[in-house]
Nanobody
Framework: EVQLQASGGGLVQAGGSLRFSCAAS????????IGWFRRAPGKEREGVSS???????YIADPVKGRFTIYSDKARNMVYLQMNSLKPEDTAAYYC?????????????????WGRGTQVTVSS
């Protein structure tokens, strides 16, 4: 059974940093891509960053230069390091997994979703 558990959310001041962790089980990172998504109040869910099954990483333009995705295959963990946070980064963040994602930032490419973790960035 594929399971994903995201953690690391919280309240942070603008300019601060947080690191999300996504604990994955029930599948191999060699077969599945992992994505991070967020949904802000009143907005559509959007892709933030992804890592494909062959290790290529992708970052959405709004967070480019501030967020970094990386994985630890030995521990079945994927991380999202978020620096220089802005109030507009406030959202619920989710990690997701899917086969054949090719690093897509579209939520439709992912079949399995973890529960969200909230980030609130104060100005």
């Amino acid at each position: 059974e594929v399971q994903l558990q995201a953690s690391g959310g919280g309240l942070v001041q603008a300019g601060g940093s947080l690191r999300f962790s996504c604990a994955a089980s029930g599948f191999s990172f060699d077969d599945y891509g992992i994505g991070w998504f967020r949904r802000a109040p009143g907005k559509e869910r959007e892709g933030v960053s992804s890592i494909s099954s062959d290790g290529n990483t992708y970052i959405a333009d709004p967070v480019k230069g501030r967020f970094t995705i990386y994985s630890d295959k030995a521990r079945n963990m994927v991380y999202l390091q978020m620096n220089s946070l802005k109030p507009e980064d406030t959202a619920a963040y989710y990690c997701a997994a899917g086969v054949g994602t090719h690093g897509s930032l579209s939520p439709w490419a992912y079949d399995y979703w973890g529960r969200g973790t909230q980030v609130t960035v104060s100005s």
